[in-house]
């Protein structure tokens, strides 16, 4: 089935401990994104990844840091995260051609105490 | 730059009722336009795209979305809901000269009783 997963699903932590989201993509995109969700704001992109090897601020990058070593994944990374990183992510996938549909995952629900 | 902005952020709706929500944009460029749907903890589902050609568009589940224009709207419609509509609904707008980057709006949340 083709799917993008992220892992874990929902995650509490305190403020300052680093911690990575995992997202993984098995139809071979190159096209991969981060967005998070909050109330009233809709989805605001933070990273985004033409390919591997190439990754590109979206338009809430501050706190965040991703990779692309591996076509399949694209991690997010917060290596100190504050309480105002709580939020709803969501990781998406498309293929590189401007008119495809982006596929996205479940989400990771993340509460920084 | 682009926005998006659904004019509405809650609708309330009995079922077998019509619904019709609103979404206007601004861009400078020329765009594709998306409506997506989020069930209750799920992640966002594709409901339907304006690429070009016809300006109606037929989605998933007896959606549909007109595309203006002249009044850049994108508004999105189903004749008769259901219990299962309940669902928050976003619109979103992508630059055809962009790869991939969605600007989204707040999203309106949908609301069937019966």
């Known amino acids: 089935e083709a799917q993008v997963t992220q892992n874990p699903r929902y995650l509490i932590t305190v403020t300052g401990k680093k911690l990575t989201v995992t997202c993984s993509q098995n139809?071979?995109?190159?096209?991969m994104s981060w967005y998070r969700q909050d109330p009233g704001l809709g989805l605001r992109q933070i990273y985004y990844s033409m390919n591997v090897e190439v990754t590109d601020k979206g338009d809430v990058p501050e706190g965040y840091k991703v990779s692309r070593k591996e076509k399949r994944n694209f991690p997010l990374i917060l290596e100190s995260p504050s309480p105002n990183q709580t939020s709803l992510y969501f990781c998406a996938s498309k293929r590189r051609d401007r008119r495809d549909t982006q596929y996205f995952g479940p989400g990771t629900r993340l509460t920084v105490l | 730059a682009q926005s998006v902005t659904q004019l509405d952020s809650q609708v309330p709706v009995f079922e077998e009722a019509p619904v019709e929500l609103r979404c206007n944009y601004s861009s400078s460029v020329s765009v594709y336009l998306f409506w997506y749907v989020q069930y209750p903890n799920q992640g966002l589902q594709l409901l339907l795209k304006?690429?070009?050609?016809?300006?109606l568009v037929k989605g998933i589940n007896g959606f549909e979305a007109e595309f203006n224009k002249s009044q850049t709207s994108f508004h999105l419609r189903k004749p008769s809901v259901h219990i299962s509509d309940t669902a928050e609904y976003f619109c979103a707008v992508s630059q055809t000269d962009s790869w991939g980057k969605l600007q989204f709006g707040a999203g309106t949340q949908v609301v069937v009783t019966p």
């Open positions: 304006y690429l070009s050609g016809s300006t």
């Open positions: 139809m071979n995109h190159e096209y």
